[in-house]
């Protein structure tokens, strides 16, 4: 059973770009988590989706950041007019359900860097 | 409002001894804790959890956390370290309804550096 796959695992872009991170959820999951890990901090929670629904965007920058996670396909992170700020860590985290029983688990990551 | 804090940015120890890597929390209502490896350029890797039952908690790779409910603890150990275990470790609290919507609150991490 394969893991949570997320890629591209390093991307570069240039200030004023867009970055589309994708993910794609374990097998049997419906349940997607995208964090944050800036330099040398902790993850921080951005959004949870279900399929074709956004649960909690809570952490999400109000502008320019943007998830979807489709009936078919990977859940998409987008970032539009990507900052130097955004150079970061991106980590997708998946589970079967909610609530106290279900663990996430993580993917090993998108490295974005902004120049 | 919920949060764990990791005092020790980084913790040195020579192999072969024990060590401990140090995390208090913040919760209201009952906490779910967890430790979570990261290597380098790589991603988290569950370690263990305390959820209810025994404060002693097992996990992988001879790892093993202590939940202290007095002192709001939940530091992890291992009674032998050894040179691989050198990573960057992160104490979560998972908030929210026990039957909604959960999410993980990280430390800050705790660099873990072993010296052969």
């Known amino acids: 059973n394969a893991g949570v796959m997320q890629n591209p695992r390093h991307l570069v872009r240039r200030r004023g770009q867009e970055a589309r991170l994708r993910c794609s959820p374990m097998?049997?999951?419906?349940?997607v988590y995208w964090y944050r890990q800036l330099p040398e901090e902790g993850l921080k929670f951005m959004v949870y989706?279900?399929?074709?629904?956004?649960?909690?965007e809570s952490g999400m920058p109000k502008e320019r950041f943007s998830a979807e996670f489709p009936k078919e396909g990977p859940s998409i992170l987008r970032i539009q007019q990507v900052v130097r700020g955004d150079s970061a860590a991106y980590f997708c985290?998946?589970?079967?359900?909610?609530?106290?029983?279900?663990?996430?688990?993580f993917g090993p990551g998108t490295r974005l860097t902004v120049t | 409002a919920q949060s764990v804090a990791q005092p020790e940015d980084q913790v040195n120890v020579a192999e072969g001894n024990p060590l401990t890597v140090k995390c208090t929390y913040s919760v209201s209502g009952n906490p779910y804790l967890f430790w979570y490896v990261q290597y380098p350029n790589r991603g988290l890797q569950f370690l263990l959890k305390?959820?209810?039952?025994?404060?002693l908690v097992k996990g992988s790779y001879g790892f093993e956390a202590e939940f202290n409910k007095s002192q709001t603890s939940f530091h992890l150990k291992k009674p032998s370290a050894l040179v691989s275990d050198s990573a960057l470790y992160f104490c979560?609290?998972?908030?929210?309804?026990?039957?909604?919507?959960?999410?993980?609150?990280f430390g800050t991490g705790t660099r873990l550096l072993v010296s052969p």
């Open positions: 979560a609290v998972r908030v929210g309804p026990d039957t909604g919507f959960q999410k993980l609150v």
């Open positions: 305390y959820i209810t039952g025994d404060n």
């Open positions: 097998k049997g999951h419906s349940h």
């Open positions: 989706l279900q399929k074709e629904n956004i649960i909690d």
């Open positions: 985290a998946s589970s079967q359900g909610t609530g106290v029983p279900y663990e996430q688990y």
